[in-house]
């Protein structure tokens, strides 16, 4: 049973940084896409950023490209959503996910998702 796990989120003020951890138990994951999603309150599931597993692809939405970057730790089977230069507007529950591609997470085909973690930025 493959299950990631979210941790970070918080309530922080605009400007401010934070950092999402999602942890995977249950397999290793070696050659998968690493997605970011968020959800808004009456507002529909977004895609935030996507990574292959090399780091050598990465799709973010245009909201915060430049602010935000995905990493990964392989030997802790963890992937991180940095944030920095928080606004308002990033308030949301963000979700991690996996997929098998870059391009399958970018249609939200995913194979496994988090459970969600809130993100409150005040102004």
């Known amino acids: 049973q493959v299950q990631l796990v979210e941790s970070g989120g918080g309530l922080v003020q605009a400007g401010g940084s934070l950092r999402l951890s999602c942890a995977a138990s249950g397999r290793t994951f070696s050659s998968y896409a690493m997605g970011w999603f968020r959800q808004a309150p009456g507002k529909e599931r977004e895609l935030v950023g996507v990574?292959?597993?090399?780091?050598?692809?990465?799709r973010f939405a245009d909201s915060v490209r430049g602010r935000f970057t995905i990493s990964r730790d392989t030997a802790k089977n963890t992937f991180y959503l940095q944030m920095n230069a928080l606004k308002f507007e990033d308030t949301a529950v963000y979700y991690c996910a996996v997929g098998d591609s870059v391009a399958a997470v970018l249609t939200t085909s995913v194979r496994y998702w988090g459970q969600g973690t809130q993100v409150t930025v005040s102004s």
């Open positions: 990574a292959s597993w090399s780091g050598y692809v990465t």
